[in-house]
């Protein structure tokens, strides 16, 4: 495993020699494919190696008890700022797309009603890369960012008679107040329409995207 650069025994690859020391387990996450990485555990560091600039992991059959931390080990309280510049793709259409969007439904998320425009966003029913090069209003819903961030996982789904749908995922937490007066509450009900109906969700698109939501 490659220490990071600078100091082989500072920066973060103080916690590879912190867990050599100790004993202590660790994950080791590697690549199987771009983007994509399978966890191996548990591992061990067997030996650094600051000339060579790396670490020898070692995988193990079995962790026990004594080989986990004590539960008074204290988390680190310092993180060390890192940044990088990164080429971006920026949709120049998005803000108009928003605020189309949020003015066709009255400034109100379509699930709860919530009027403060600063807390809302349009979700694309279809994701925007698969749009083309033309976006319409009723690509778009007018949500929360919280709901907005449900639907998008699909923890959260709208089908094509507009009805809200609530996934197995989040039912299990019930017993959690927010998530009961946030999102379960909301399911059953139908979204709240804007007054023109050109601007009322694509009825076909909705269909597909339920599908993903039914699927997941």
């Not at 993180?79 to 259409?93: A, L």
Request: charged fraction near 25%.
């Amino acid at each position: 495993y490659a220490l990071q650069r600078g100091d082989p025994y500072g920066v973060n690859n103080k916690y590879l020699w912190a867990s050599m020391n100790t004993g202590t387990p660790v994950i080791y996450f590697q690549a199987i494919a771009p983007g994509r990485y399978t966890a191996i555990w548990p591992c061990f560091v067997k030996e650094i190696l600051p000339e060579k600039g790396y670490a020898l992991i070692v995988e193990s059959n079995k962790v026990t008890s004594s080989m986990l931390p004590d539960h008074k080990h204290q988390l680190p309280t310092e993180i060390e700022s890192r940044y990088c510049v990164r080429e971006t793709k920026v949709r120049m259409h998005q803000a108009s797309f928003r605020q189309n969007v949020l003015d066709a439904y009255s400034g109100k998320c379509a699930i709860t009603g919530l009027p403060n425009k600063s807390l809302l966003e349009a979700a694309h029913i279809i994701p925007d890369l698969e749009l083309g090069k033309t976006q319409y209003v009723s690509d778009g819903i007018a949500l929360s960012r919280i709901h907005h961030r449900a639907y998008d996982l699909n923890l959260l789904g709208i089908s094509p008679d507009n009805q809200i749908h609530i996934s197995d995922e989040l039912k299990q937490g019930k017993d959690n107040k927010f998530i009961r007066d946030a999102l379960l509450e909301f399911e059953g009900r139908k979204l709240v329409m804007p007054r023109s109906v050109v601007n009322r969700p694509d009825r076909e698109k909705l269909a597909a995207r339920f599908e993903v939501f039914l699927g997941s």
